[in-house]
């Protein structure tokens, strides 16, 4: 391990910025991505100290207004959408159905809104206990775990073509770090939060030390299977850990990676295949929760491989899942690697890349600003500024046009709080350990 100095690092030009780049650190032992990638143990490599992790400026006056503008334009979907009746956001504006995994980004999202500002107290309390009352009598799937959908405006198990479906054990993940953030943050919601966590049988989505989902297949029958890899997997394991579940294997980034190098960054792709790295995991962690040393350091070289995309091809690169309004899916997942391939894109049944669309994630470019500030991150947050419109923040910019995708949504507004929540509380997550 060494220290990183200005004359070790070096220094790169970033739209005409001129920024300290931190040297890639030691992404593997055992040799070259060559060979078989079995025996090979992926190894991020631990740099004493990086960018990421010196003193923070306080934020300007005139940062400061930006983000709380910014966070105020995220309120405004969160409020438009909000039906009072089950306490749920919808997804989208024209879709008034939700998965477990906004339940608990609105549960966070409303938490951010009061820490900005932006709703009292009161308010917060109101719409909290409000959710937690309609996942209190939320139908469970096999009487085990929270379905993957419901309806916004009745609370019923389903989105609109199906009824209960199964569950997602990544999505339960989420929720149960947003469980855990409002019962640190106001122990009076303690119990409310509770016994919404008790419902879910720990024992059918936890085996083995590694996290299990069950869903309808295309037969009509349930199957159970394993869920995750290599980034959500660690993040969702965090939520079900911080409720004493045993996850050890899930939490583990290098238990089942190989090493691939992409862009020249050393990274870990999943040796059980079906890769989703990107993003979206590392960013929320360290809003919500802080970043564990393993996932830190995975998350560094998770941005600088991005950077390393727009220094080689002048593309502005910030990946991550998104909703955006192309049919006939509507929802994907833009990745560094994706099935063993680089910067493709993954559908929510997974296996099958696409090379399009591409965009610019909103809510990415403000998250990884807010963890890691440099000066590819400002440049990210000055591109997506555009994105913002007088009903909440779009999804992201296309990389081939540079236009919004105009695509409006729960979980774009809800990390945008986050991101904006994390800045004006001087660089701390929302509960932190």
């Known amino acids: 391990m060494r220290r990183i100095t200005a004359a070790a690092a070096g220094i790169v030009v970033i739209g005409g910025v001129a920024f300290l780049a931190i040297p890639s650190s030691p992404g593997y032992r055992g040799g070259g991505s060559g060979g078989d990638a079995s025996s090979i143990t992926w190894d991020p490599g631990v740099l004493e100290e990086s960018v990421s992790r010196l ?58 809104a009061r820490d900005v500002g932006l709703i009292s107290t009161a308010d917060y309390r109101q719409r909290v206990l409000k959710t937690l009352g309609t996942m209190e009598r939320a139908q469970l799937y096999d009487r085990a775990a929270y379905n993957k959908t419901y309806s916004t405006t009745t609370g019923s198990a389903g989105d609109g073509q199906r009824g209960a479906t199964g569950w997602s054990a990544t999505d339960l993940g989420r929720l149960l770090i947003a469980a855990k953030v409002v019962a640190t943050r106001d122990p009076d919601l303690a119990p409310a939060v509770e ?56 939490a583990a980034v290098a238990t089942n990676a190989s090493p691939m190098d992409v862009m020249g960054v050393n990274l870990p792709r999943d040796r059980r295949g079906l890769d989703r790295l990107n993003s979206e995991p590392f960013i929320l962690m360290g809003l919500e929760v802080g970043l564990t040393p393993d996932m830190r350091a995975l998350a560094e070289k998770v941005l600088q491989v991005q950077q390393a995309r727009y220094e080689k091809t002048g593309t502005l690169t910030v990946v991550s899942e998104d909703a955006v309004a192309v049919a006939p899916h509507y929802f994907y997942y833009y990745c560094i690697i994706a099935n063993g391939k680089p910067f493709m894109i993954d559908l929510v049944t997974p296996g099958k890349s696409l090379d399009s669309p591409r965009w610019v994630s909103t809510k990415a470019a403000l998250g990884w600003h807010a963890l890691m500030p440099n000066a590819y991150t400002r440049l990210a947050v000055d591109h997506v500024t555009r994105t913002r419109t007088d009903a909440g923040w779009a999804s992201g910019v296309y990389e081939d046009t540079g236009k919004s995708t105009g695509t409006l949504d729960i979980n774009t507004s809800a990390v945008v709080l986050e991101a904006a929540a994390y800045q004006l ?6 509960i932190e350990g």
Do not use: C
Not at 206 to 233: A, C, N
Not at 425 to 430: F, I, N
């Open 55 to 112: 003193p923070r400026p306080p934020l300007t006056a005139a940062e400061s207004a930006f983000y709380r503008d910014a966070a105020a334009a995220a309120w405004k979907y969160l409020d438009a959408n909000y039906q009072s009746r089950t306490g749920l956001v919808n997804g989208s504006p024209e879709w008034h159905y939700t998965t477990t995994w906004d339940i608990g980004a609105q549960l966070l999202a409303f938490l951010a």
């Open 195 to 250: 016994r919404v966590v008790k419902r879910i049988d720990m024992s059918q989505v936890v085996k083995d030390g590694y996290l299990h989902g069950r869903m309808v297949g295309s037969s009509g029958k349930p199957w159970t299977f394993q869920e995750g890899r290599i980034g959500y997997e660690q993040y969702a394991a965090h939520g079900f850990a911080l409720w004493n579940a045993n996850v050890g294997n899930a």
């Open 425 to 430: 509380r001087g660089g701390k997550p929302l």
